[in-house]
């Protein structure tokens, strides 16, 4: 759904567009639809038009972009960002090695060019990295967090006005970003370490557009990585509150005689004593109640419920007083669904990610004190992988299966004193990278098959 804005005052134009999957479905919305009333106007449904645009032409034949290789990827990759908006293309919390490092030697007090050499004289160059790059993402992640983005669950449902912003220089400043967006941003939260930023737009196209412009565009001397950021908890709430008042609508109608009215299309501004005035003189009145609204300049939710003494009052209260106005808003009257209960708003759930517990881990046949370490560069070794876990909690073993030409086989398995040791590390470095590659982490099974671990039991892979 696309329901252009006007870019000063930013209220809608009065017309949308709506892509269906299928041509069949669109008709048959049309039909259905055309002529229907919406908020007291008739709807006038026709087919769009296909929208031509210059990026639907192949990359190879626009003779307008450059030739070289990488220039032509970078315009492909944006052309990507700009028609699949709602798919994450790349981790949330990445961070560049460089820019990690940059901040810790900041940080640290020393210069970046001594550090480096003394990284790579001790022999752990690339696990200090990865260590630099772990906990800057532990602070970026509960940055967010706090402000109720969860960017740490790849699986969350994505905002529609949030873009998250990504491989930004270390020495990035507010004020350049809010320069770079313009006046369309709302909001703008940018992480303690500069490297990642969410910004927030008052409109879905206004977000929209930012990603097509700004999508793999150079800043400074980097590209800039967008992305639709998380639901933060506010939209996941109403969300859920609208759901609740879906449901509410549906449940409420009943064709069967109820002791009570379930009254829809009042206006925001009507109140019970309104109500009262129009039923309290029907026989075996006894109420008037609307939900409480959920911002302060409504007085209600749109629909009501008026209740009887018996279901023969409200049938023929429902008789007399069809038709009846308002507020300059027409009453749609219906018998109301018996009772039911929904969920309040204190009850609402969050999308923090969770690590599973360690009973539920046994539950499923997990081992709750040994993770598994997937996509390991064939260049690391146990040591490295040993300085790297140990550094986040107690290890007892580390072990790297070999393939028949004394090489591993791109995983290693990490045995910790305790759960809650395992735990962190998995939540430190599921994001992280060791000599360039992303690290795949997870708990590693009760019991594996037979020849996975076993084959090789050398003294070299086991310490």
């Known amino acids: 759904v696309h329901a252009p804005i006007d870019k000063k005052s930013k209220q809608q134009l009065g017309y ?125 992640r509960e940055f967010f967090l706090e402000r109720g983005y969860d960017i740490s669950n790849e699986q969350a449902p994505r905002s529609r006005q949030a873009l998250l912003v990504k491989n930004l220089p270390s020495d990035t400043n507010e004020a350049e970003l809010r320069t770079l967006f313009g006046s369309d941003l709302k909001h703008l939260y940018l992480a303690p370490a500069n490297t990642t930023a969410i910004a927030i737009f008052a409109h879905p196209t206004e977000a929209r557009a930012a990603l097509k412009r700004h999508a793999y565009r150079r800043f400074r001397r980097l590209p800039l990585y967008l992305d639709w950021a998380p639901q933060s908890q506010v939209e996941i709430g109403q969300k859920r509150r609208n759901e609740q008042d879906e449901a509410m609508v549906e449940e409420a109608i009943n064709e069967e005689p109820t002791p009570t009215l379930y009254v829809k299309n009042l206006a925001f501004c009507s109140t019970t004593a309104g109500l009262e005035e129009i039923f309290a003189h029907c026989q075996g009145f006894r109420a008037v109640s609307m939900p ?111 393939r028949f030409d004394g090489r591993h086989r791109g995983f290693a398995f990490v045995d910790f004193a305790s759960y809650r040791d395992a735990a962190a590390a998995l939540s430190a470095l599921k994001s992280a990278h060791l000599f360039g590659r992303h690290l795949v982490l997870d708990f590693a099974d009760a019991i594996t098959p037979t020849g996975q671990e076993d084959l090789d039991d050398d003294n070299d892979d086991i310490e």
Do not use: C
């Open 292 to 402: 409480p609204p959920k911002t302060e300049d409504k007085r209600n939710r749109g629909f009501g419920f008026v209740s009887f003494a018996t279901a023969d009052d409200a049938a023929a209260a429902l008789r007399r007083n069809r038709g009846k106005m308002l507020d300059d808003r027409v009453l749609d009257l219906q018998f109301a669904a018996s009772q039911t209960t929904s969920a309040t708003d204190d009850e609402e759930t969050t999308n923090v990610s969770k690590i599973p517990s360690a009973s539920e881990l046994k539950r499923r046949g997990k081992n709750p004190t040994k993770l598994v370490v997937r996509n390991l560069a064939f260049a690391a070794t146990v040591q490295d992988v040993r300085s790297l876990f140990s550094a986040l909690g107690q290890i007892s073993t580390v072990r790297l299966p070999k």
């Open 16 to 140: 949308a567009f709506v892509r269906f999957v299928l041509p069949e479905a669109a008709e048959k919305a049309r039909l259905a639809l055309d002529g229907k009333a919406l908020h007291g106007k008739p709807l006038r449904v026709v087919q769009a038009l296909e929208q031509t645009q210059d990026d639907e032409t192949p990359i190879e034949n626009q003779s307008w972009l450059p030739r070289t290789f990488s220039e032509k990827r970078q315009a492909e990759r944006r052309a990507a960002a700009a028609k699949a908006p709602h798919k994450t293309g790349m981790l949330n919390e990445y961070v560049r090695e460089d820019a990690a490092f940059t901040t810790a030697a900041k940080r640290a007090g020393v210069d970046k060019k001594q550090a480096l050499v003394n990284t790579y004289d001790s022999g752990n160059a690339a696990v200090t990295m990865a260590l630099a790059e772990a906990s800057l993402q532990t602070e970026t």
